[in-house]
């Protein structure tokens, strides 16, 4: 339980809601910024001005998964005023108080190291990044059926990238029956791909491969699909970028050849807002829960 616990919940989206939901179950005490037009009350939880929000009796602060942006202005969907998060509301806030976020950027760096404040980065953790990619693949999936005329089953799908998002993806295509080449650049990684039932190949032979490829999926961070990749793929071919901003397509070029590129960023939070939202909530609850038990055993010691 969190029975006595505080925390700021700042701004989010339906992600929020079940992050909320199970906080207050948990019997913590939420105070809730940037949720005045969300016509829904929680137990255990009030809906404050993020100025009004007692920062010097917060145990956590809780962000949403964008973080801030670089002027500290935090994303809500339920609210139309600007939520703007502080280094003074750090500063304000117990030593202990941790700030919990998705992703972060050199604003709320910047904030949480001068204010010698905590910061968790939700999604750069393996439990979560491996719970988020069931809801990804699930998104690639939507993706490639609303841009095709032909199935799944049977189809070329080259995956590239054998990560956390890659292998579910890899996995998914495969149990749909596609034929799924995986490039990665590790040998180990090969096994591991052919012990799954798929076609691995080096990222080095890219260029052969998408000879034949109906649908190429990327899940690698840096530009791998260059000019000269795409100039091999077949003119029905699309490409699903799944790799985080400004992913690793030659966008242009795609476009420029007419080859359909798409660039899907967030498919969690957009196809499956409640599971992301419980993958988030059942993290949190369990760093959280650590984080009690840890202050209780330092102050009885
Ligand atoms: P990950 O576990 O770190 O996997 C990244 C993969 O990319 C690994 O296979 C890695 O290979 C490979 N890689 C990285 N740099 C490379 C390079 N320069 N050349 C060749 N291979 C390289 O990351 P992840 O969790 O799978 O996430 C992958 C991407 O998807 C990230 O950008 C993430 O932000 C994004 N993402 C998007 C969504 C969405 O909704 N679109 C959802 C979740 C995540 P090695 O193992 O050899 O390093």
Same mark, same amino acid.
């Given at each position: 339980?969190?029975t006595?616990?505080?925390?700021?919940?700042i701004?989010?989206?339906?992600?929020?809601?079940?992050?909320?939901t199970s906080?207050t179950?948990l019997?913590a005490?939420?105070f809730?910024?940037g949720?005045e037009?969300l016509n829904?009350?929680f137990?255990?939880?009030v809906k404050?001005k993020i100025?009004?929000?007692?920062?010097h009796?917060?145990?956590?602060?809780? /962000?949403?998964?964008?973080?801030? $942006?670089?002027e500290?202005v935090?994303e =809500? #969907?339920?609210?139309?005023?600007?939520?703007?998060l502080?280094?003074?509301?750090?500063?304000?806030a117990p030593?202990?108080?941790?700030?919990?976020s998705?992703?972060s950027?050199?604003y709320?760096?910047?904030?949480?190291?001068?204010?010698?404040?905590?910061?968790v980065k939700?999604?750069?953790?393996?439990?979560?990044?491996i719970?988020?990619?069931?809801?990804t693949a699930?998104?690639?999936i939507?993706?490639?059926i609303?841009?095709?005329?032909?199935t799944?089953?049977?189809s070329?799908?080259?995956v590239?990238g054998?990560?956390?998002?890659?292998?579910?993806?890899s996995?998914?295509?495969?149990?749909?029956?596609?034929?799924?080449?995986v490039?990665?650049?590790?040998?180990?990684?090969?096994?591991r791909?052919?012990?799954?039932?798929?076609?691995?190949?080096?990222l080095?032979d /890219?260029?052969?491969?998408?000879? $034949?490829?109906?649908?190429?999926?990327n =899940? #690698?961070?840096?530009?791998?699909?260059?000019?000269a990749?795409i100039a091999?793929?077949?003119?029905?071919?699309?490409?699903?970028?799944?790799?985080?901003k400004?992913?690793?397509?030659?966008?242009?070029?795609a476009?420029?050849?007419?080859?359909?590129a798409?660039?899907?960023?967030?498919?969690?939070?957009m196809?499956?807002?409640k599971?992301?939202?419980?993958?988030?909530?059942?993290?949190?609850?369990?760093?959280?829960?650590?984080?009690?038990?840890q202050?209780?055993?330092?102050?009885?010691?």
């Amino acid at each position: 339980m969190l029975t006595g616990m505080q925390i700021a919940v700042i701004g989010g989206d339906a992600r929020e809601l079940e992050i909320i939901t199970s906080l207050t179950e948990l019997d913590a005490k939420l105070f809730l910024a940037g949720f005045e037009q969300l016509n829904r009350a929680f137990p255990g939880a009030v809906k404050e001005k993020i100025e009004d929000i007692p920062f010097h009796e917060m145990d956590a602060v809780i /962000l949403p998964a964008s973080g801030t $942006n670089e002027e500290g202005v935090v994303e =809500t #969907i339920f609210s139309d005023e600007r939520v703007v998060l502080t280094k003074d509301m750090l500063q304000a806030a117990p030593e202990h108080c941790t700030i919990y976020s998705g992703i972060s950027n050199q604003y709320l760096n910047e904030i949480t190291k001068k204010t010698n404040r905590k910061l968790v980065k939700l999604f750069e953790r393996d439990d979560v990044a491996i719970y988020n990619s069931i809801p990804t693949a699930e998104g690639a999936i939507m993706i490639a059926i609303q841009n095709t005329d032909f199935t799944i089953h049977g189809s070329n799908v080259v995956v590239l990238g054998f990560g956390r998002v890659g292998m579910s993806v890899s996995r998914a295509f495969h149990r749909l029956g596609a034929n799924t080449k995986v490039g990665a650049r590790k040998s180990e990684h090969l096994a591991r791909i052919s012990e799954m039932g798929m076609t691995p190949f080096f990222l080095k032979d /890219l260029k052969k491969v998408v000879r $034949n490829a109906d649908i190429v999926i990327n =899940t #690698i961070p840096h530009l791998i699909i260059t000019a000269a990749v795409i100039a091999n793929m077949p003119s029905h071919t699309i490409i699903i970028d799944l790799a985080s901003k400004p992913g690793g397509t030659d966008f242009r070029y795609a476009e420029k050849r007419g080859i359909k590129a798409t660039l899907a960023l967030g498919l969690p939070g957009m196809v499956a807002p409640k599971t992301a939202g419980q993958i988030l909530a059942n993290v949190l609850a369990k760093l959280l829960k650590e984080d009690v038990y840890q202050r209780k055993g330092n102050s009885s010691s």
